[in-house]
Each structure stands twice: as C-alpha cells, then as structure tokens.
C-alpha cells in the first residue's frame, strides 16, 4: 500500500486541488538524486540506512531515544545540496524562493516514490515513511521504518505551519 499526505501549505504551493501532483520534475530527477538512488538501502540489525552510510544498529538509539529518531537522523540530506535551485543569502541566512520549494517539493516527492523500489526491494521488506519538508531556508529528505509508538513527524501535518510537509508510506504486504 501506497500513502501520500501534504499539509495544506505544500496542496497550495503544488496546487494539488487543481489536478493530479506531478511525479516527475521539470527535466527529471536531478542527477545526485539519482546518485542517492544508485547508493541503495541495507538492513543494519533494527534500522534501515543508506547503504554507504557508516551507522549501524548498534548506534541505535543512541542520544536519540529511539530507532525511529536514529534512522531520521542518519538518512536525513538537504535537497538543495542535490537539486539545482537558487538560495541567495539575505542577512546571512540562506532564502529559498516559493517558486524554488515547489522544485524542491517535487524532487522529494519523485524521489521518494522511486525510493519505494528501495523498499520492496529488501529481502525482507518493512513499512517505511517518508518525509519531504520544504521552507523559506532548506528542504529535507529523510527516511524510518514505521514502527508503532515512535514517531518523527507530527500526524496533523498542519501543525507545520512553517513548511511544506509531504508524508510517503510505503506498507508493503508481508503475506
């Protein structure tokens, strides 16, 4: 099973309401998004982590407090470090347009859905849950098993009230 769910900042900026939310950027997946894909994901005991990555379960929780925190920790990367996109310093501080979150937006959510190849593609394939947030400052891609108590993200995605918040699920069936 397949979920996706944005806060209502992210429906506007992608105008959702007036068709279908684009799965593909202008031009394509950029090429170090890409490169991410290409890395691919591994099991480390408990957690999932990018497979270059050099965390491991025995990491986990750490000063984190949980398995679901250490995994968001350890896959979290900025998409403006991959996607080519303007953020002009105004009083030392990095501002991303709302024309530029949009691209972002749309790079983590194509990402994110080939990024679920990743996921049905484990030996032993487990829920996973995506989390693409876009602002005035950065935008994120990150990664965690859904496991049940542990949350990273706020369920109401409203209460973003600074960023754009798009939820992927991935729930494979175990049958």
């Known amino acids: 099973m397949l979920s996706l769910k944005l806060n209502d900042a992210a429906v506007r900026l992608l105008g959702v309401l007036a068709g279908l939310v684009p799965t593909t950027p202008p031009g394509g997946l950029a090429p170090g998004l890409r490169d991410q894909l ?10 999932l982590t990018w497979a270059d990555s050099v965390g491991n379960s025995d990491d986990a929780p750490s ?11 350890d896959s979290s990367f900025h998409l403006e470090d991959l996607v080519p996109v ?9 501002h991303i347009t709302e024309d530029d979150q949009q691209i972002l937006l749309l790079h983590g959510i194509a990402f994110a859905l080939e990024f679920g190849q990743l996921v049905y593609g484990l030996e032993q394939p487990s829920p996973v849950r995506c989390i693409v947030a876009a602002n005035e400052t950065n935008a994120t891609f990150r990664f965690h098993q859904i496991r049940s108590g542990e949350f990273w993200n706020y369920p109401g995605l409203d209460r973003y009230q600074l960023e754009k918040m798009v939820v992927i699920d991935f729930e494979p ?3």
């Open 173 to 175: 069936d175990r049958t």
């Open 38 to 47: 290409a890395a691919g994901i591994s099991r480390r005991g408990q957690v």
């Open 86 to 94: 303007h953020a002009a310093l105004v009083d030392g501080t990095p």
């Open 63 to 73: 000063f984190l407090g949980d398995l679901t925190g250490w995994e968001c920790y």
